[in-house]
Structures are given as structure tokens and as C-alpha cells.
């Protein structure tokens, strides 16, 4: 029998627009999230391919003696060497692709009439290309600083070099099958209902 097709809806936006808000409204809809980053950190401490491709690439420094992985350590080697980091990001970003379709599929087999993947970096590593569609989350620079300030007690030069280091709003925009204003004067809980209608318009007509 052939598998069924698993949607998958990407999810991405610069830090602090409010991406994992928004995943919570769709799992209360009833739509399984995958969370990337967490997923990327269980992948470089469990999936064996990945971390010989990470000893390879970096060392046998890159985990401790206990099997763990040495994150100060590999930081502090791919933080100053963007081309180390760039070889690092290509063995973890494919990694978890692969990881998140298998789920997708699981998911969608127990039911799920498409699954969402949250990713900060999702159009940057290419990987929106693997996805049916595309959610961008947008907000105001003033309010994303102000968010993440509140949410993580750093300075606002802080989340400055942050969304500096990413790339530009207005770029990701092209990609986007859907935007969600996340400004405080659109209601989040409506434009989230109005997307999953249209995503199960596209899915089942
Ligand atoms: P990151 O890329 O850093 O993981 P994110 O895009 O997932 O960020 P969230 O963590 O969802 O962003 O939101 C950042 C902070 O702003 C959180 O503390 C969240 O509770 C708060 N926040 C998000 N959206 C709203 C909103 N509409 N009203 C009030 N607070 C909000």
C-alpha cells in the first residue's frame, strides 16, 4: 500500500517574533509541532551517524568521555570560524530534515491532517524547500526586543546582535505562503483559526 502523504507546514521568523506562541495555538487545534531546536539538541546527543560526523569534523573534544556533547567547547571552536560553523550546520540541518519527515509521516499515519515544523533558521538552511507550505511569524522590532528582554533578561544590545546576526524580515517574505502579524493590534487566535481553515481547504478541498 502507499504511504499517505504527510503535509508538512514550516513555521519560521526572526527571535522573539512569537513562532513558539503561535505553535501553541495550532496544538490546540490539534496540530502535532515540531520543535527543531530541541530536536537538533536530542539529534547531537543520541543519533550515532551525527555524532561521528561531528567527530569527524571537529574532534573527538566535541564529547566528553560520558558520550556528551561538549556545547561550550564546539562553541567556542564554530563561533569564531564561520566556515566551521557553516560545515556544522550541514550536518545537523539534514539530520533533523530527515528526522522531522520520518515524524511528519508517524504523525500524519496516527491522523494528523498535517504537522508543523517550528525552525528559526528554516529559509536560511534551505529547508523550506522540503516543506508543502510556509508560515512566516512578523512583528515589530521594538516589540520583539521588548519580549525578549522580558522573556530572557538580557540587554536590549543583546537582541540587537541576535536579530542582526539573522537574515532580514523583509527577505523571508518572498517565501511565505502565509504571514502572521504578531504586532498586538491583530488578534493572534483569529489569523491562527483562519490559516489552519485554509491549510484544510488545500489538504481535502
Ligand atoms: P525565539 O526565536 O527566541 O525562540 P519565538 O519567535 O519562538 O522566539 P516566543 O517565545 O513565542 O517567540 O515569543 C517571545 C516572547 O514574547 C515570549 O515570552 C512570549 O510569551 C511573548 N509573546 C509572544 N507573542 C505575544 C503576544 N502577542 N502578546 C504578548 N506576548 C507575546
Redesign the pocket.
Known amino acids: 500500500m502507499e504511504p499517505i502523504k504527510s503535509w508538512r507546514v514550516g513555521i519560521t521568523?526572526?527571535?522573539?517574533?512569537?513562532?513558539?506562541?503561535?505553535?501553541?495555538l495550532f496544538e490546540i487545534l490539534g496540530i502535532p509541532v515540531y520543535d527543531a531546536?530541541y530536536w537538533a539538541k536530542w539529534l547531537i546527543g543520541h543519533d550515532p551517524t551525527l555524532k561521528a560526523g561531528i567527530t569527524a569534523l571537529l574532534g573527538a573534544d566535541a564529547y566528553l568521555p560520558d558520550g556528551s556533547y561538549n556545547r561550550p567547547w564546539v562553541a567556542q571552536q564554530v563561533f569564531s570560524d564561520p566556515a566551521q560553523l557553516q560545515a556544522l550546520n550541514h550536518l545537523v540541518h539534514p539530520a533533523v530534515e530527515k528526522h522531522s519527515a520520518a515524524w511528519s509521516q508517524e504523525m500524519t499515519e496516527k491522523g494528523a491532517p498535517y504537522t508543523l515544523k517550528?525552525a528559526?533558521l528554516m529559509i536560511e538552511s534551505g529547508n523550506h524547500r522540503k516543506m508543502d507550505l510556509l508560515i512566516l511569524?512578523t512583528?515589530p522590532e521594538e516589540l520583539?526586543i521588548q519580549?525578549?528582554i522580558?522573556?530572557?533578561g538580557i540587554t536590549p544590545e543583546q537582541v540587537r546582535a541576535?536579530i542582526n546576526a539573522q537574515m532580514p524580515e523583509a527577505e523571508k517574505i518572498p517565501f511565505a505562503h502565509f504571514i502572521i502579524q504578531?504586532?498586538?493590534a491583530h488578534s493572534?487566535v483569529k489569523q491562527v483559526w483562519e490559516i489552519n481553515q485554509q491549510i484544510l481547504q488545500k489538504i481535502f478541498g
Not at 13 to 24: D, E, R, S
Request: glycine share 18%; proline share 0%; aromatic share 0%.
Open positions: 521568523g526572526g527571535i522573539g517574533t512569537g513562532k513558539t506562541t503561535v505553535c501553541q531546536d517550528e528559526a511569524v512583528a520583539r519580549r525578549v522580558q522573556r530572557d541576535r504578531n504586532d498586538g493572534l
